[in-house]
């Protein structure tokens, strides 16, 4: 919870909002989220090790490993 409680004001100050620290304020928001269950997309290959393949992109485009411009 303080974790949640510190990114929040966080982002706030960031907006130059006021934050909170009333645990009974993020509790009453946090209940009234929904998480969706997670299901993964189909046909997507997974690189497990470094001995496998690597698969190219489904966009047919580079990535960022192939593009020497790319700023990390």
């Known amino acids: 919870m303080d974790y949640i409680i510190a990114g929040a004001n966080l982002h706030a100050f960031n907006y130059g909002l006021r934050g909170d620290t009333n645990i009974a304020t993020f509790r009453k928001v946090l209940d009234t989220i929904i998480v969706p269950e997670f299901t993964p997309k189909s046909g ?3 690189q497990i090790s470094d001995n ?19 700023q990390f």
Request: negative net charge.
């Open 44 to 46: 997507i290959k997974v």
């Open 52 to 70: 496998d393949p690597v698969q190219n992109t489904a966009s047919g485009g580079k990535s960022d490993d192939t593009n020497p411009s790319a």
